[in-house]
């Protein structure tokens, strides 16, 4: 069974700063790696995808790596704004499921 | 623009009471999911179809039903079974297998008076 850890479960920063947000995974057999961003009380926002083929994805000031064989994402996020602040998500695609971390709450201040 | 639609924003169900929240999706999408979210508990899948007419229960399913007679629409009942409905529901979509990434909606806050 899928399970995906997500750490740290919380990080504040000030603004400005390089972040990255780890995300690992137990069953190498995924179909892709998906990351989210939810705001409070909102839906998910999808930010990046990851193909199981793909090493990295790039969107901005986001990059996101996948490194199958050691079970291990990252989100990497450059030059942190107060608008970062929200709770991040992966979520390991595998036969017919998305299987999410806990997620890690990120808190800029300016 | 496509996307997914919840409805409503906001329920409030009685004791005893089945209610019904509405997803459609006009991403020409063939799978659909309902998951449900609780504050520390992460996501958890209720009921997933991958095709019209066909469905599956996912890790929590009891206490819920779904019917899928249209590829856009996939409603979520909670039934009076469902012993602790007050949660956040949200509804996804993606292409078979997932292989092109799931795209959520702004979901539902059920909450029971």
């Known amino acids: 069974k899928q399970e995906v850890t997500q750490i740290p479960a919380a990080l504040s920063v000030p603004e400005g700063e390089n972040l990255v947000l780890n995300c690992s995974f137990t069953d190498s057999a995924i179909y892709n790696l998906q990351w989210f961003r939810q705001d409070p009380g909102k839906g998910l926002t999808s930010l990046l995808l990851?193909?199981?083929?793909?090493r990295e994805q790039t969107s901005g000031r986001l990059n996101a790596s996948l490194d199958k064989s050691s079970g291990r994402s990252t989100l990497y996020i450059a030059a942190s704004q107060p608008g970062d602040s929200a709770t991040y998500l992966c979520a390991a695609t595998g036969f017919q499921k998305l299987v999410f971390g806990t997620g890690t709450r990120l808190l800029v201040s300016p | 623009d496509g996307g997914i639609t919840q409805s409503p924003k906001y329920l409030f169900r009685k004791e005893g009471q089945n209610v019904t929240l509405s997803c459609e999706q006009n991403l020409n999408h063939d799978a659909m999911y309902w998951y449900r979210q609780d504050p520390g508990q992460g996501l958890r899948l209720i009921y997933y179809s991958q095709i019209v007419n066909d469905f599956q229960k996912g890790d929590i399913a009891e206490g819920y039903s779904v019917s899928r007679e249209k590829k856009e629409s996939f409603p979520l009942t909670v039934t009076s079974a469902q012993k602790n409905p007050t949660a956040f529901y949200l509804c996804a979509s993606s292409t078979t297998q997932g292989g092109g990434g799931y795209t959520f909606g702004s979901g539902t806050r059920l909450t029971v008076v």
């Open positions: 990851i193909q199981s083929s793909q």
